[in-house]
Nanobody, 125 residues
Framework: VQLQASGGGLVQAGDSLRLSCVAS????????MGWFRQAPGKERAFVAV????????YYADSVKGRFTISRDNAKNTVYLQMNSLKPEDTANYYC???????????????????WGQGTLVTVSS
């Protein structure tokens, strides 16, 4: 599956952004979809995931209550709605696809076999 992320930009603290990730190539609904982010000098970190099947969602503690992951299977698209953005949310954001539904796997980059290119989110204070 090929992934194309978009929607990043420069915003001020407190603003909102919605990232999109369009998938092509295989049955989108059969994949767990995750969002990760990587700030300069830091490792890629888990942000949010929606498991295929039961559509359950999980979030990193740092974004819980502010970010929402969702998908539209008809459009082969997964979204990350980001509200109340903070300067520490500044990073390159990546979408990823996995066939796994095991939590220990899908919270880690190593659990994903397909990645989109990053989309940069910059939050100014």
């Amino acid at each position: 599956v090929q992934l194309q992320a978009s929607g990043g930009g420069l915003v001020q603290a407190g603003d909102s952004l919605r990232l999109s990730c369009v998938a092509s190539g295989r049955t989108f609904s059969g994949y767990t979809m995750g969002w990760f982010r990587q700030a300069p000098g830091k490792e890629r970190a888990f942000v949010a995931v929606e498991r295929w099947g039961d559509r359950s969602t999980y979030y990193a503690d740092s974004v819980k209550g502010r970010f929402t992951i969702s998908r539209d299977n008809a459009k082969n698209t997964v979204y990350l709605q980001m509200n109340s953005l903070k300067p520490e949310d500044t990073a390159n954001y990546y979408c990823a696809a996995s066939r796994s539904i095991i939590m220990s796997s899908i919270r880690n980059p190593q659990g994903y076999g397909f990645w989109g290119q990053g989309t940069l989110v910059t939050v100014s204070s």
